[in-house]
């Protein structure tokens, strides 16, 4: 089982309409949580930081589980500009330091 | 935040050469930064910690021979892949890490193609 799984897509979604990701991970005791957004050939950048309460910005919206090991990312009223892969990050076994990626979903947003 | 840039952003070689590829801090002292690789549909996965004036740390399954790094200073840290096979085409990532705030800046990666 792969420490950080995220349904890979892609997601096609009409604009307009809201998206829901999943992404589930392995280590109970994971302590940071991360949505990073990458880009066709680009590096990743940070979303947003996932909170044990839950946490907004703007349109999206984070959640963690921490009893079923998931976290979550909601994104409404989908702009075309939302077009990426959207990867889950966890820290890992060694260190909160460690990060252990997801391979990413990928959205497309339709006009 | 801070500033992460890589040189080269694009590099075609011929098989059996070596490539080095540096990653610079701008404007945050990095006593460590970190390089991953992705390949196409892939993750990011971590090949190594490169710590400022020691040895690199590498994760399981990376050739420290074949991947030399090189942390000589604060804001500078070099990948060298060494006699590059077509297998080692990928994208190349660097990354440094902020305690405050707590996140991951990245370079804007080199993409390497061996031939």
């Known amino acids: 089982r792969k420490e950080v799984e995220q349904d890979p897509g892609p997601f096609n979604v009409p604009e307009g309409a809201t998206v829901a990701f999943n992404c589930t991970y392995s280590n109970s005791a994971s302590q940071s949580f991360f949505w990073y957004r990458q880009d066709c050939r680009k590096e990743p950048k940070l979303l947003m930081s996932?909170?044990?309460?839950?946490n907004e910005d703007g349109r999206f919206t984070a959640q963690l589980n921490r009893a079923s090991q998931y976290i979550s990312l909601l994104i409404r009223d989908s702009k075309l500009s939302d077009s990426a892969t959207y990867l889950c990050v966890v820290n890992g076994r060694r260190s909160n330091y460690q990060l252990i990626w997801g391979a990413g979903t990928k959205l497309i947003i339709k006009p | 935040g801070a500033v992460v840039s890589q040189h080269p952003s694009r590099v075609i070689c011929k098989s059996g050469t070596s490539v080095k590829i540096e990653c610079r801090s701008l404007?945050?002292?990095?006593?460590?930064m970190f390089w991953y690789r992705q390949f196409p549909k892939q993750s990011l996965m971590l090949m190594a910690t490169?710590?400022?004036?020691?040895?690199?740390?590498?994760e399981q399954g990376v050739e420290k021979d074949k991947f030399l790094i090189n942390h000589a200073s604060l804001t500078l840290s070099t990948l060298t892949v060494t006699s590059a096979h077509p297998e080692d085409s990928s994208f190349y990532i660097c990354?440094?890490?902020?305690?405050?705030?707590?996140?991951?800046?990245f370079g804007p990666g080199t993409r390497l193609t061996v031939l």
């Open positions: 990354s440094v890490r902020t305690l405050i705030p707590n996140e991951q800046f």
């Open positions: 490169s710590n400022e004036g020691s040895k690199a740390t590498y």
């Open positions: 404007d945050f002292q990095a006593t460590t």
């Open positions: 996932v909170y044990s309460s839950g």
